[in-house]
């Protein structure tokens, strides 16, 4: 033997053992929320700067209409003018100034320690959104309308997903005609069926005490939902093109108020309410976004907000929505970056597949954007799961999926770590030089372990085993896995007194 070849390292354990190591989960998350994104940047630095030089033009010079009185009267006093038409508009040292004072990134709080993260910097996170009318039903693979045991089983469903870092509601209760009935018993279920963070939406500002109350009760005692905000607002104060929404900023108002973070969602449709080119959106849409900025921290600078500017494409032959594809990626990770180069908490939206069906277009669709959206370092990436037909539908088996599509995308946005023990120089050269495999290596098994993930609903059988255990397809599959979930994951997050004194007050439907 060659003085310079040192000894071969001794394999990992015995075959019996590296087989048992093999069949156990993995002791690490090879694909952990919270990956730092901003790899994949579709706006060169000069035309994040034209753009962005474009939105503060068009705040500066068109401003924004139906501004409500409160707001109009709030604003000048920061600086804001009324224009020759009437509109309220916003000079670029008053937006600017207000961008340096809002909040770059703020803890959202889940009632169990273990789903408290941050929202900030370049880190990503997925979660729900939506506001869905119809499930696809477990039994019929046909859509209904949904139900207020519908969201109940999906919140069910989510609490288990570990991609999922947070829950805010996915469909809407068909069956709750009542719009206090239906925001109280949505934010009830939330609270019964997870404990991590939520996102729930007020129809109407008089609706957030009452809601807020219910969540100190949940906390124990008055004011304590203030002291670690587990519940963001879903707003929309944007009527595009560049307009502000009464409603919605009376529902803002409440929430700063009672220190609900706001996720302040504009959702421009290119060709219908913004224009159809890129960059032209993009502009638009920032513009509106910066809007709702200037709205909240006109009254409480610094205030907890997520500047979700969620550009939304329309198949300019139909008019129809589509919600996959390669423009309403590419718009919505750009809107990320600009969010992103401003410093702000960034959400945007992606996985909105246009498919009714779990099939291919739907796995395609929500991969696409899914990955462009977490490339490019949105801090909160929502409908990132379960979301078909369009945003009409919600489906329980494309939640599973998702979440594990969505471990494939974190594993992506992780990247690679280049050391000198993982480069195995050392390793290789033992290999090379003796029984010329990698099988049983200690580097092989801590690799196995550190770097790969394995699904467990997609399929790497060989035709004849794939066949031999029933020929499913992940549809199938799926709708086992879902079933399971919702027979054994049964919670009540909500401790028997607190709930005898929410149901004293409210009327909360079913048991």
Not at 184 to 192: E, P, W
Not at 263 to 281: E, F, H, K, R, Y
Not at 282 to 310: D, K, Q, R, Y
Not at 453 to 470: C, I, M, N, Q
């Amino acid at each position: 033997m060659s003085e310079s070849i040192k000894p071969r390292r001794r394999r990992g354990g015995s075959r019996e053992a590296m087989k048992a190591k093999r069949s156990k989960p993995p002791e690490i998350n090879p694909a952990p929320p919270g990956a730092v994104g901003g790899q994949y940047r579709p706006l060169s630095p000069d035309q994040v700067e034209q753009i962005y030089n474009t939105s503060l033009r068009m705040l500066a010079e068109l401003g924004m209409g139906d501004a409500p009185q409160a707001l109009t009267d709030q604003a000048v006093k920061c600086g804001a003018t009324i224009n020759d038409m009437g509109r309220l508009c916003f000079s670029r040292d008053m937006v600017e100034d207000i961008i340096d004072g809002a909040c770059k990134s703020f803890v959202f709080h889940g009632r169990d320690d273990r789903y408290t993260f941050e929202v900030g910097g370049e880190r990503v996170y997925f979660g729900t959104g939506g506001a869905a009318v119809q499930t696809l039903d477990l039994d019929s693979h046909l859509y209904r309308p949904s139900t207020l045991q519908d969201l109940s089983d999906f919140t069910r469903v989510v609490d288990t997903l570990p991609n999922m870092s947070w829950f805010t509601r996915c469909c809407v209760a068909t069956d709750v005609p009542d719009i206090l009935e239906l925001d109280i018993n949505t934010a009830y279920c939330l609270m019964r069926n997870t404990q991590k963070p939520v996102g729930t939406n007020f129809t109407v500002g008089e609706h957030v005490d009452p809601i807020i109350d219910m969540f100190d009760l949940v906390a124990g005692g008055d004011g304590k939902f203030a002291e670690k905000p587990f519940c963001k607002a879903h707003i929309s104060p944007i009527i595009s093109p560049m307009r502000y929404g009464e409603d919605a900023f009376d529902v803002a108002l409440a929430c700063i108020r009672r220190s609900v973070p706001i996720n302040s969602i504009v959702a421009a449709m290119s060709g219908a309410t913004s224009p159809a080119t890129i960059d032209g959106m993009l502009a638009a849409s920032h513009a509106e976004t910066l809007a709702a900025l200037v709205m909240v921290n006109v009254f409480e600078p610094g205030f907890p907000m997520i500047f979700s500017n969620w550009p939304f494409v329309i198949d300019l032959r139909t008019g129809a929505f589509c919600g996959g594809g390669g423009e309403i990626s590419i718009l919505n990770a750009g809107a990320a970056q600009l969010a992103n180069h401003a410093g702000l908490p960034s959400g945007v939206a992606s996985s909105m597949s246009d498919a009714k069906a779990v099939d291919a277009q739907m796995g395609m669709e929500k991969a696409l954007s899914s990955l462009a959206c977490g490339l490019s370092g949105a801090n909160m990436v929502y409908e990132s799961a379960g979301m078909m037909a369009s945003l009409l539908g919600a489906s329980f088996e494309a939640f599973v999926l998702d979440n594990e599509m969505l471990s494939h995308v974190q594993r992506m946005i992780r990247g690679v770590e280049v050391t000198e023990e993982t480069l195995a120089f050392d390793a290789m050269r033992d290999v090379i030089t003796g029984e010329g495999h990698f099988i049983g290596e200690t580097l092989t098994m801590d690799a196995m372990e550190r770097d790969y993930f394995y699904p467990k609903l997609g399929d790497r059988l060989e035709p004849t085993t794939w066949a031999e255990a029933g020929a499913t397809d992940a549809w199938q599959r799926a709708n086992v896995e879902v079933r399971d979930i919702l027979a054994r994951h049964q919670p009540r997050y909500i401790d028997a007194g607190a709930d005898a004194k929410i149901r004293s007050r409210f009327n909360i439907i079913g048991d």
